[in-house]
């Protein structure tokens, strides 16, 4: 239990920000909620569509890891880049640390480097740029989705367990318990045959991704199954695939489609409705619990526990 003010690190592992402006908000934000904020990212050393050079953002990651003022470690984006960086950071002192290490999306390498590596449990939430930095005169449904994501963050955080509730009709029933990991679609089907890919059995895995058309969606899906991922675990949970477009040669082939094909093709069952993924309303998902997810045909429950936690008093 934290009884001083907890500290937060600010990293670009991988792209650099729009919109600086983003990064005042956020540590204004997080500022208000007790923590004492340490920037490691400088808009002006930007590289290329990079947060810096390679090797200023690896060394960012490894400042923050060294500083011992730093509790949670958050990342000022996605977008791409730690692939880039992956041998050559020192997974073992990031799990040595106990810092978290949060972030989406391209940070799903860095997550998966960190549990195949050293075992190391991180949190797929949210990051600078886009959730803790979103302007305050957001007003309606976004100011009610980046409130949502920051609160979840918070409560999850707070441990020592956390449940995840959607409302969604359509799925199977299911009971099962597992390790739960995942993260990007295309990011994992990158990283398979790497040593960068933990051997996870009997997980629960969940996928989101951004522009990707079913198709792709269903050949990512496809690669897992027949590198053997998929008949390892005890079910796939979809969150969000939003962005693609449809053409007229799809004739018909759209996500409902792709996902009736997989039911049928694919060794375990497979869920939908996890609001997760490249939107505002976000839950956020510690990669490495221990879960049990309830599903019937109106909806699902997942319960996360067995992960790190930052309790303030």
């Known amino acids: 239990m934290i009884t001083s003010r907890p500290g937060i690190a600010i990293v670009a592992p991988a792209g650099c920000i729009a919109e600086p402006d983003a990064l005042e908000r956020a540590i204004v934000r997080l500022e208000k909620q007790g923590f004492v904020v340490r920037n490691y990212y400088d808009h002006s050393c930007r590289h290329q569509r990079f947060g810096a050079t390679d090797e ?87 100011a009610e989705s980046v409130a949502f994501t920051l609160d979840d963050f918070f409560a999850c955080l707070a441990g020592p367990t956390h449940t995840i509730t959607e409302c969604v009709a359509g799925n199977p029933a299911l009971d099962v318990r597992g390790t739960v990991w995942g993260g990007n679609l295309a990011m994992i089907g990158a990283m398979v045959g790497t040593p960068y890919f933990p051997r996870i059995d009997g997980g629960i895995l969940w996928l989101e991704d951004i522009a990707e058309h079913p198709y792709r969606i269903e050949r990512l899906l496809l690669q897992l199954m027949q590198a ?24 018909g082939y759209d996500f409902d489609a792709m996902l009736s094909y997989l039911r049928q093709t694919l060794p375990l069952p497979v869920v939908t409705g996890l609001s997760f993924g490249h939107i505002e309303r976000r839950v956020t998902i510690p990669f490495g619990a221990q879960g049990r997810l309830v599903s019937d045909a109106d909806g699902f429950r997942l319960t996360l526990s067995d992960y790190p936690t930052l309790r303030r008093v």
């Open 56 to 142: 200023a953002r690896l060394a960012q990651l490894h400042a923050a890891v060294a500083d011992p003022d730093v509790h949670l470690v958050i990342a000022l984006r996605g977008g791409y880049g730690i692939s880039r960086l992956l041998p050559r950071i020192d997974f073992e002192a990031i799990a040595a640390s106990g810092k978290i290490v949060v972030g989406f999306s391209d940070l799903t390498a860095l997550h998966m480097g960190l549990m195949a590596k050293a075992g190391g449990l991180s949190y797929a939430g949210p990051m600078i740029a886009g959730d803790f930095g979103a302007p305050e005169s957001v007003a309606g449904a976004v």
């Open 228 to 251: 053997g991922v998929l008949e390892r675990q005890r079910a796939v949970v979809l969150g969000d695939f939003s962005g693609y477009r449809l053409g007229p040669l799809d004739n």
